[in-house]
């Protein structure tokens, strides 16, 4: 279920959480993995497949309305997975204005596989996913223009990987 966190930090899942939890649930029955909260910060695990479709519904259910796309990240588990867990976790932080609530959306991604892009439900992620796959090489499907956007034309590698070098002499040259 991802990185374990303390379990002395893991809180019940107030009221309006097991709302949200159910909803997903009852949407996505084969899609939902889990969820917890952690220091009252609700995240929920789901497929790849649906990753795209539940952010869609979360934005456009309307006792839900998580409208706003704060951001998309990952996280390299490199270190930190159990045998045979795919080693990267794609991260979408939503924000509800209308109920003053956030969501993280996790997915679990393995090497060379890909995950349904954001963009087609906020055009806005094209950035967020961009950054993304230059950073962890992690690639969205159906992503408009998946170009590298931090690292010079050329380089080779993605610097937050943990394998990544940490030295600059131990770089890996930029391509010609």
């Known amino acids: 279920m991802g990185l374990t966190p303390d379990p002395a930090d893991l ?3 107030t009221q309006a959480d097991s709302h949200v939890i159910g909803k997903l649930k009852a ?3 084969e899609g939902y993995r889990s969820d917890h909260c952690f220091r009252g910060q609700l995240s929920v695990w789901v497929e790849r497949g649906v990753f795209a479709d539940a952010l869609r519904f979360l934005r456009n259910e309307p006792d839900l309305l998580y409208e706003y ?3 998309v990240t990952a996280v390299d588990r490199l270190n ?3 045998a045979g867990e795919p080693r990267f976790e794609v991260v979408a932080i939503l ?4 109920f003053n609530r956030r969501i993280l959306v996790k997915t679990w991604v393995g090497e060379g596989e890909s995950v349904p892009s954001a963009t087609a ?3 806005g992620a094209n950035f967020m996913e961009r950054e993304v796959y230059d950073m962890f090489g992690i690639r969205f499907e159906g992503h408009p223009n998946l170009e590298r956007i931090l690292t010079p034309d050329g380089w080779l590698g993605h610097p937050l990987r943990k394998d990544f ?3 600059s002499d131990q770089f ?3 391509e010609s």
């Open 172 to 174: 890996p040259n930029v």
């Open 27 to 29: 949407r996505f029955p």
């Open 165 to 167: 070098p940490v030295q």
């Open 95 to 98: 924000y509800s204005p209308a």
């Open 121 to 123: 439900v906020w055009p």
């Open 80 to 82: 930190e997975r159990a």
């Open 69 to 71: 796309l704060t951001d």
């Open 11 to 13: 809180t019940p899942p």
